[in-house]
């Protein structure tokens, strides 16, 4: 499994959640987040808006679903936004107590 997190600009958020639901993925988490990229200039207490989606997936949607992301975000200018992806070793749903894949 793999935690996807995607932060984007706050006006591609209902296109990238429409793309990724699309490929089949069930369950997303949306956070509204602030920061600056490592290529902007240093701004003392000033930071921009961006949207982050967080989802959880099997390995092999996991290049489905990086570029349908990058599809549907991408305008071409500075500051569309980044993709992290890391490796999820478990994972339980409180209250069935499925484990693993079966619980996402």
Do not use: W
């Not at 949306?30 to 921009?48: A, M």
């Not at 996991?62 to 490796?87: M, Q, R, S, W, Y």
Request: aromatic share 2%; hydrophobic share 40%; glycine share 10%.
């Amino acid at each position: 499994m793999k935690k996807i997190e995607a932060i984007i600009q706050s006006g591609a958020k209902d296109a990238v959640v429409a793309a990724i639901k699309k490929i089949g993925v069930g369950g997303i988490t949306v956070h509204q987040v602030q920061g600056q990229g490592s290529q902007d200039p240093p701004l003392v207490g000033q930071y921009f808006s961006r949207d982050m989606i967080i989802c959880v997936v099997d390995d092999p949607k996991v290049d489905e679903i990086l570029d349908a992301i990058a599809n549907v975000a991408c305008t071409g200018t500075k500051g569309d936004g980044k993709v992290f992806v890391t490796p999820v070793d478990d994972a339980l749903d409180i209250c069935t107590k499925k484990r693993g894949t079966t619980s996402i």
